[in-house]
């Protein structure tokens, strides 16, 4: 995108200057319309699972944002002679039931011919211009709360190569199809300073993109990072190429302490799909934060700091 030119408007909130989840474009000084979109091949074989999963990804945009979903479109893409079209129905519902949990509206969508199964959504929020959510909002003193455990890039890629069977592979499903409603609703009850949703570029990615967009930087306790010990054993036997990917694309800014082990590093650059949302916000808002995640069902954690030292810049202690 280097080569295109910087699309500037009073109105335009968030756009493509910055690394966050979703733009933002005001439509008068009480409502904020958030876009997003995203779609990605099956990780699972169950279709049904593979919909809800997709959906909640796309959503989680709005979530990370602070904002409310209300349309979603479907955006598909599959090979009509090798998909049956009850395959594609339970997709579609899969997806529809999440939409429909998120509050939002299914009001269409398009399809086309692909020769590998592609599915997601379009999602339009809404928002006040002033309570928006960014990746830029982080500030030292902050704390630095996850609210789902890590692990389900590592633990998809395993089953995809039968390493691990369906039944191992389920509670990182029910994590992925879990929606970050709640979360962003108490995040935004407790007042947080910023956010971003943990995808595709793992904790540490997003966590870069938003110590970078907020001038500050992050100190993370590795033992308090929730995660999934099933993926931690995957993680003490190989790493899959979008880990890989991830660590060579950012590591260099990462300052690991000599106590943390391979199989941690290489749990913190996972990529995600559907992860959880990192939220920077006061201290003294913290403990009531958890405790009504947790009363909730949410295992969220308080994962570190944000610090003035080394600014765009991870430090990853024991």
């Known amino acids: 995108m ?4 910087q699309v500037s408007h009073p109105d335009l909130l968030v756009g493509l200057n910055t690394a966050d989840d979703a733009g ?6 009480d409502v904020a319309l958030i876009q997003t979109v995203d779609f990605f091949t099956p990780i699972v074989d169950d279709p049904y699972a593979y919909g809800q999963i997709a959906a909640a990804n796309s959503l989680s ?15 598909c893409g599959f090979p009509s002679d090798d998909v049956e079209p009850e395959i594609i129905a339970l997709v579609l519902k899969g997806a529809q039931e999440k939409v429909a949990e998120s509050g939002a509206v299914l009001v269409g969508g398009h399809s086309v011919e692909d020769v590998e199964p592609k599915f997601g959504l379009s ?12 990746n830029a909002g982080a500030q030292v003193g902050d704390r630095l709360v996850l609210t789902k455990p890590l692990g389900t890039g590592l633990m998809s ?16 499903v029910d994590s992925m199809a879990r929606l970050n409603r709640v979360a962003a609703e108490q995040m935004v009850a407790f007042g947080a300073h910023g956010c971003t949703d943990v995808t595709g570029f793992g904790l540490m990615g997003h966590g870069l993109e938003m110590a970078e967009a907020s001038g500050v930087g992050f100190r993370i306790r590795s033992q308090d990072v929730p995660h999934f010990d099933l993926a931690m054993k995957i993680a003490e036997e190989r790493e899959g190429g979008g880990l890989r990917r991830n660590r060579a694309a950012r590591g ?38 958890l405790g ?27």
């Open 24 to 29: 933002v474009f005001r439509i008068s000084d």
């Open 157 to 172: 890629d395993a089953y995809q190569n039968d390493e691990i069977d369906e039944e191992a592979l389920q509670s990182a």
């Open 2 to 5: 280097e080569g295109l030119p």
């Open 292 to 318: 009504a995640l947790t009363s909730e069902g949410i295992q969220a954690c308080d994962i570190g700091d944000v610090v003035a030292e080394h600014p765009g810049e991870i430090e990853v202690v024991k």
């Open 252 to 289: 260099d800014r990462v300052r690991f302490s000599e106590s943390i082990d391979q199989p941690m590093q290489r749990l913190l650059f996972d990529p995600q799909t559907s992860g959880g949302l990192l939220i920077a916000l006061a201290s003294d808002a913290v403990d009531g934060l």
């Open 123 to 134: 999602v339009t929020g809404i928002i006040h211009p002033d309570k928006v959510k960014t």
């Open 61 to 75: 945009d709005v979530y990370a944002m602070g904002g409310r979903p209300i349309t979603a479109l479907n955006i």
